[in-house]
């Protein structure tokens, strides 16, 4: 009796099986211009090839700017240099790359799962935390520092300590208005952000079941905010018909032989977990982070808690008073994009509510798709009118204001509704200040100027 962890653990272990640390063979390596320049240059002074080109396939997206003309004229010094080195390291190397002007461009870990080069059963790493994202399949992924970038560049191998199996059972119908961004941050605000340390964390039950890939894929993604390394969902016919038919995918009676493999992908027993925690689906409602980590955060009716040794940081930084509503949090900006909510799914929630609707006075709305298949798709579904109707901007992929390493900079001081994955301190500018929501809570927020509850029934007659 195993989990789906030590199912895939198992099967990729070439060395060291029972030990302390273990050699694990890597399937796919995903790289992108931050953390991949060095490993490189690693490379050339040890006078070693890239050991699996095939396997290797890169992105250009945090450094990337936005708006096309932009894109087309990189001003910033440092962050021109990180994508030309990219793209002299893949041309040398013979790694293909995604650039900015490429068709499969986006970020990362959407562009993996949007070219079927995740799927079940893979060990996939990237130089990038959220590599948990790709877990959604079934697949052990996770993120990696630049020296073992290196070492797998060298070897396709990586030594690895397993982890502990954590099970997280969420059952029964999640409310209206509340979706899968809100799901992860109720965990996360009810056990904290260490919750997963040390632990690969799977999301089962039938809430699960019931969501697609890309709801899928949100939780996984941010199972790195719980402290999990590794967030899994097991294979299931939703994702075999989400990986059929793309590029990298198998193909007729090849991907016939790999779904008789990957139905062979899950956890035996519940009891196999060291630890299980169950969620009712129903306790949930929409979410609202107030503090400075992604476990600092509650209900929308929720007031902002009292004062503590533990917030009073977090609070002073945010500028908030204890007691107050989170629909008096005075908002600026709005940012839907991210590898936790740049998907097509997230836009369409959002074209819902600003359809026919306008942005707030002093409400600045950016919303960037994840990839270039994402835009292609929601220009065809007219999503981008919709949006530039209501007032906000539409953009060209890659990371925006999810993290402060392009020219989508938020303004220090000003508060933002945003669907990404982290509100650090600085995480989307300066001295900014981050509320993780859900797609659809940032859009009733850039309507009505301000947090409202989604849920409540009747919600859409208080909107302007």
Not at 284 to 298: D, H, L, Y
């Amino acid at each position: 009796m195993s989990t789906l962890y030590d199912k895939l653990w198992d099967k990729h272990t070439i060395a060291g099986k029972g030990e302390a640390m273990q050699l694990l063979y890597i399937d796919q390596h995903m790289i992108h211009e931050v953390t991949s320049p060095q490993a490189f240059d690693g490379l050339r002074l040890a006078g070693r090839k890239l050991r699996r080109p095939d396997k290797t396939f890169a992105v250009m997206d945090h450094n990337t700017p936005t708006i096309l003309e932009d894109r087309k004229n990189i001003q910033d010094g440092i962050s021109k240099t990180q994508l030309d080195a990219l793209e002299r390291n893949c041309k040398e190397f013979g790694v293909e790359l995604a650039d900015l002007f490429d068709k499969r461009n986006g970020i990362v870990h959407m562009v993996a799962p949007e070219l079927g080069l995740t799927l079940p059963g893979k060990t996939l790493v990237c130089g990038d935390s959220h590599t948990a994202t790709h877990g959604a399949f079934g697949a052990l992924a996770f993120g990696i520092g630049t020296s073992e970038v290196e070492h797998v560049f060298a070897t396709q191998t990586l030594w690895q300590a397993k982890l502990q199996n954590l099970g997280v059972k969420i059952s029964g119908k999640l409310p209206k208005g509340v979706y899968a961004k809100d799901v992860i941050l109720y965990l996360l605000s009810k056990y904290g952000v260490a919750v997963g340390n040390g632990y690969a964390l799977e999301f089962f039950g039938d809430t699960i079941k019931n969501m697609n890939m890309e709801e899928r894929m949100t939780l996984c993604n941010m199972a790195i905010e719980g402290g999990a390394k590794v967030g899994l969902v097991a294979p299931d016919e939703v994702t075999f018909e989400y990986v059929t038919g793309r590029e990298f995918s198998p193909k007729g009676a090849a991907l016939e032989r790999a779904k008789a493999k990957w139905r062979e992908l899950f956890t035996d027993s519940e009891k196999d977990y060291d630890k299980l925690l169950e969620i009712k689906a129903e306790d949930i409602t929409p979410q609202v982070t107030w503090g400075t980590n992604p476990g600092m955060g509650g209900g929308i009716n929720e007031p902002i808690p009292e004062l503590n040794e533990n917030n009073q940081k977090a609070l002073q930084y945010m500028n908030l008073k204890s007691g107050s509503k989170k629909s008096d949090i005075p908002l600026k900006h709005i940012f839907i994009g991210s590898c936790t909510n740049g998907r097509i799914t997230d836009l369409r929630e959002a074209a819902k509510i600003l359809k026919g609707r306008k942005i707030a006075a002093g409400i600045k709305a950016l919303v960037v798709p994840g990839s270039m298949e994402v835009k292609r798709e929601a220009e065809e579904e007219g999503l981008d009118k919709i949006f530039l109707a209501a007032g906000c901007e539409w953009r060209e992929p890659g990371c925006s204001s999810c993290l402060g390493m392009n020219p989508d900079l938020m303004p220090a001081y000003e508060h933002i509704a945003s669907t990404s994955n982290r509100n650090f301190e600085g995480r989307q500018g300066a001295n900014s200040r981050t509320h993780l929501v859900s797609p659809a809570m940032a859009a009733a927020a850039a309507v009505a100027g301000k947090f409202v509850d989604i849920s409540k029934e009747g919600w859409e007659k208080e909107l302007p």
